[in-house]
């Protein structure tokens, strides 16, 4: 009963450096989520992915880059990492864009150096 | 104007008491509206969806102002484990649409 499963949980990164972060769930879940939370910000999209084989950009998609591999995983990369993507990265899944019965990964909490 | 407002606290409340938190949304389209409550250093859960008529589950009970575009959330005999941060959530429809979170309420109950 995995439910979201992401990794890493922890990783540090100098600037410059590129990383991928993996998601994957099991529920049969046609949309995927990338979110990033900072103190004082709240939750912020980055990108989704509405259905297998579309990829749109939410509120925060610079310095991003997303891959909806098939139905249960959806990455993103950063290409170049900077501090100011120092922050914890959650994914999250639903059955359809727009139903609020998101299931959220454990979070990988990244550190840019 | 933020989309979605939360006040973000925190409210140190005593076990036992009641405290309630209010959100306020500023797209009168709204349709959809929820509770999520996150604990501290751990992924955000589901509480509990929030309809017109208001509901209750247990200890807590939602409502919804539509005229006043807020939602509320009511914790009754506040327990330790009760301490967490809420976020209200808000969608403009069933469709598309990605739903906004807000930026959380903490909470705090002490013995």
Not at chain 1, 24 to 29: F, G, I, K, L
Request: some cysteine; proline content about 4%; hydrophobic content about 30%.
């Amino acid at each position: 009963n995995a439910g979201v499963t992401q990794t890493p949980k922890f990783q540090v990164l100098k600037t410059g450096q590129s990383m991928t972060l993996q998601c994957a769930q099991d529920m049969n879940h046609n949309s995927m989520y990338w979110y990033r939370q900072d103190p004082g910000m709240g939750l912020r999209l980055i990108y989704y992915s509405a259905s297998e084989g579309t990829t749109d950009k939410g509120e925060v998609p610079n310095g991003y880059n997303v891959s909806r591999l098939n139905k249960r995983e959806f990455s993103l990369r950063l290409e170049s990492a900077a501090p100011s993507q120092t922050s914890v990265y959650f994914c999250a899944s639903s059955e359809w864009a727009g139903t609020v019965g998101y299931t959220f990964g454990s979070g990988t909490r990244l550190t840019v150096v | 104007r933020k989309e979605v407002e939360q006040d973000p606290g925190p409210f140190n409340v005593p076990e036992g008491a009641t405290v309630a938190f209010n959100c306020t949304y500023s797209n009168s389209a709204s349709q959809s509206f929820f509770w999520y409550r996150q604990d501290c250093r751990k992924e955000p859960k589901l509480l509990m969806s929030v309809y017109s008529s208001g509901n209750e589950d247990g200890r807590f009970t939602a409502q919804l102002n539509r005229a006043s575009q807020y939602i509320s959330l009511l914790i009754r005999d506040s327990k330790l484990s009760d301490s967490a941060t809420y976020l209200c959530v808000v969608s403009a429809s069933g469709g598309s649409y990605i739903p906004t979170f807000g930026r959380g309420t903490s909470l705090i109950v002490h013995p």
